[in-house]
């Protein structure tokens, strides 16, 4: 610990922090934080090893942008809440932690055990009494990967260890720890414990004899199809994802859902639209699913009777979805990116050539919507209200190759996909999962992990709202991380409006063209919000003032500053 010597468990609590990797750690205060609060101040005076704290004005922001950052680098950040409650407004982050397989560090304090006079850290205040709850842990225990509370000082350096490794290894997810402040104003164990050895296991990779196996499939299928979602959450993931569309030409469905980009989209084997999708599942001899929670929905499409289906997946039997029960003919626990690059390994070792009778996907750089829709976006000519497929039209006009794109757009998602052009490796970030209100903290994460990186999060107006704005904004100013945000408004939830149209296509809602609930009648202006947080903030409600607004929100971050861009598009 070189010169520095922690004079309370807080201070220690910071320092293993620090010497475990973790970078930040994302602070919404209360009355239990206090000892970490002053810990912090020590720390800096010392020029001793800390985590940078950010402040965070809402606890699922902070998760949010903790996901964000462990995205980019893999590496967990720490969140600091306030007991039960600010675990509890953590919410349907916590879901998408689990979900993406990201690893944080979440720490919360707990209840004081103190009540004597003079007890240092003691309870204090009524709220001690009214917090102390049977089960704080049970709130996020059905998604949280480890659970414990560090209940005297001895244990802490054993604590924060496992805490970081488990949070990173194997199947990455949340930790969560409590911890009182009465126990944070105690001193440090006189041991104060080792900070290596918490090694985190390597990707595990396929048997060569499964390897062996899958590539003389991939060799001898007419029509191999490779299905993935989340490959290509890293870099490797997506360069092995190409190597074998290159070599055996396997085409490749990159699931719109998938909140990244695991193939090019001008790469001539990524089948980027629906149909194409759902007739390659239906034809295909030989499927390989990869890292993908629903590779696709069986109420609409399943593959043919005589297809060989290979799951590759670190957890193969998704435990955490009781009801997981696609046809797989061969499972493979091993990492999807690890995997994919020993089959193409494979496939060189043999000379493999595919044969010019394997079919070539048929999308190419855009989707036919894409070019039918461009010069609508930008001419200003075409009359009648905006789809969501022309704001990203626009946003190929003025996005960089290496820009980093948030995704949380909802039921504009498949426009997106099918017409938002990414070709580099690790340019598109998005949980895959379903707890809205993500993309903002969320982008602010990715730009705190990608200094000198444009970020843009494209969300819808629920999605906008569900984040927290102020908060986010708020946060994304504390960072030092400045986001620009496009708003697919389509004024309300249309979301949960098709699902009323599906279940009673002959019901009164459907006959209006509406569903109840579903629309806002007073929504707020969020290019106000976004001004009343110090970020640049503009309304689209026209077609010739697209790019414009675009382009002024671009130059708004590279200032340094945030932007919402909240674009008016067609309503249905």
Known sequence: MDHFQPATTAEHLLWLLAEHGVEHLFLNPGTDSAPLQEAIATLAKAGAPAPKVIICSFEAVALAAAHGYWQVTRRPQAVFVHVDVGT?????????????????????????????????GGRSHTIHWQQDVPDQAGVVRGYAKWVTEITRPGMLARAIGRAVQVATGGVPGPS???????????????????????????????DPETVRWIAERVAGAERPLLITAKVGRRAEGFHAVTRLADLARVRVVDLAESGCVSISTSHPMNLLTAAEAQQAVEESDLIIVVDADVPWIPRFTHPREDATVVHIDVDPLKTDMPMWTF????????????????????????????????????????????????????????????TGAEVVT?????????????????????????????????????????????GLGGAVGVSLASPGRRVVTVVGDGSFMFGVPTAALCLAA??????????????????????????????????????????????????????????????????ADLLPALRRGLEAVEAGRSAVVDVHIIRD
């Open 394 to 438: 626009a946003l190929n006009e003025v996005l960089r190759a290496d820009d980093l794109v948030v995704e949380e757009s909802v039921t504009n998602a498949r426009a997106l996909h099918e017409n938002l052009g990414r070709t580099e490796a690790a340019t598109m970030y998005g949980t895959g999962s379903p707890g809205l209100g993500w």
């Open 176 to 206: 969560y720890l409590m911890v009182s402040r009465d126990v944070l104003m105690d001193p440090p164990a006189p041991e104060l414990g080792r900070t290596t050895g918490y090694a985190v296991p390597r990707p595990p990779a396929a």
């Open 478 to 543: 504390e960072a030092g991380a400045p986001i620009m945000a496009v708003v697919l408004n389509n004024d309300g939830y249309r979301a949960s409006r098709l699902p009323v149209f599906e279940l009673f296509p002959e019901g009164l809602s459907a006959n209006r063209g509406d569903a109840e609930g579903t629309r806002f009648s007073a929504p707020p202006d969020f290019a106000a919000v976004a001004r009343a947080c110090h970020a640049h903030g503009e309304t689209v409600t026209d077609r």
């Open 327 to 386: 046809p797989v003919d061969v499972a493979v626990t091993a990492d999807g990116a690890t995997a994919l690059g020993q089959i193409a390994d494979r496939l060189e070792e043999i000379g493999h050539t595919a044969p010019a009778t394997r079919p070539a996907a048929t999308a190419t750089a855009t989707s036919t919507s894409a070019s039918t829709t461009a010069s609508a976006a930008t001419s200003g000519a075409a009359e009648g209200p905006m």
């Open 88 to 120: 509890q407004n953590l919410g349907a982050m916590v879901h998408n932690m689990l979900r993406d397989r990201a690893g944080v560090v979440v720490i919360a304090g707990k209840t004081p055990y103190a009540e004597e006079p003079g007890a240092p």
